[in-house]
């Protein structure tokens, strides 16, 4: 029997002080190198920071993709298998630090009927993949992990071109959804705050399902993993080699201060609705320093009904965040059999920081 993903040990929930304002516990008040996230709610782990527009950049796919190539970030929010893939092809200089989040992908639908869905009523699909424009050079076109994993509920081989269209950037799908007036599109798979976004805009999608919700199923009726597998590994963080390999003690004491923080507000938005959240969106609502829709996917009235889940059956973390330590090895080695077959390659235990939890 395999380990389960979601695994580690519970830590005490610490009350995380706005670090604009104020530091408390050690955390750093102000950042010293610079962060570049994903737009969506994938990168509501740096709200906190976000204010920050010296060192913190919430940008386009692409532009989160080709940071990996460059020096100018010292942490990256990126697609987990996708980065660990770039690093060991072409000597990155970067390792994983963190799971960012762990499975939040929902399909939406104009079935009214969610018991209705079928595999022969899956057709006329749209999704997205982080980057998936500079990645079908490789071959990657539609190789983002809930996109393979929605295809391994449904029973489909991972070559099966089932997706009419694919999208680099989550507002451009969430727009086009929107746009499709005259020819609605049946079905779209989009994480939150996306999936709450559109059913609230558009009354003709319903929320479907969970995908994170039926991969557990299946993967417990195949009996995969101890328990089956709760999730799977979407976004994460990722720490430069001048970071990770500093002995400095001013520079450790650094990164250290802002893993706290960060895995303090990881803690709020797993086991808490993101309670603190709320805190830096309504100052930028008040102060105008960024718009939370452009950043995080929605407003910020739209962000705490994702958030709190009352669009969404999962309840308490909708969007899939993850402060627990992850047995990357232990998911690799069961996603890579034939009874998965989600990816192509076991995971090599090189890729993690020292500073990995």
Same mark, same amino acid.
């Given at each position: ?58 940008? =386009?796919?692409? =532009? ?14 990126? =697609? ?9 092809k072409y000597h990155l200089n970067y390792s994983l630090a963190r799971i960012n989040t762990y499975g939040n992908a929902y399909l939406v639908g104009l079935n009214k009927d969610p018991e209705n869905v079928s595999v022969s009523t ?16 490789f071959s990657y076109r539609q190789s983002a992990m809930q996109n393979r994993v929605f295809k391994y509920i449904n029973g489909f081989d991972q070559e099966t071109d089932l997706y009419d269209r694919v999208f680099d950037n989550l ?18 798979? $989009? ?6 976004? $559109? ?37 994460? $963080? ?48 008040? =102060?105008?320093?960024?718009?939370p829709a452009d950043y995080f996917g929605d407003s910020a009235d739209g962000l705490y009904t994702a958030l709190s889940g009352n669009l969404n059956p999962n309840g308490v973390n909708a969007l899939g965040f993850c402060s627990y ?33």
């Open positions: 029997m395999k380990k389960r993903l979601m695994k580690g040990t519970e830590v005490c929930l610490a009350l995380l002080c706005p670090v604009s304002f104020c530091s408390c516990s050690g955390i750093q008040s102000a950042l010293t190198f610079k962060i570049i996230g994903p737009k969506g709610g994938d990168s509501l782990t740096l709200v906190s920071y976000a204010d920050d527009i010296s060192h913190v950049s919430i940008a =386009d796919s692409e =532009d989160v993709y080709q940071a990996l190539f460059s020096t100018e970030y010292d942490m990256i929010i990126f =697609d987990v298998d996708k980065g660990l893939d770039l690093i060991q899956l057709s006329n699909i749209v999704t997205y993949d982080y980057a998936c424009s500079s990645y079908s050079a507002a451009d799908e969430y727009q086009y959804l929107l746009a499709s007036d005259s020819e609605k599109v049946d079905y779209a798979i $989009l994480p939150e705050p996306y999936a709450s976004r $559109l059913i609230k805009a558009d009354s003709s999608y319903s929320l479907m399902y969970s995908i994170t919700s039926k991969y557990k199923d299946k993967t417990t009726s195949a009996d995969v993993g101890e328990e089956g597998y709760a999730h799977y590994p979407q976004t994460g $963080l990722f720490i430069s080699s001048r970071l990770n390999d500093s002995e400095d003690k001013s520079t450790v004491g650094l990164v250290e201060n802002f893993f706290e923080s960060y895995d303090n507000m990881e803690i709020s938005l797993q086991r808490n609705n993101g309670s603190r959240v709320s805190d830096y969106i309504d100052a930028a609502d008040r =102060d105008k320093t960024y718009d330590k992850v047995d990357l090895s232990g998911w690799y080695l069961d996603a890579a059999s034939d009874s998965l077959g989600l990816v192509n390659s076991l995971f090599n235990e090189k890729l993690l920081s020292k500073y990995y939890n």
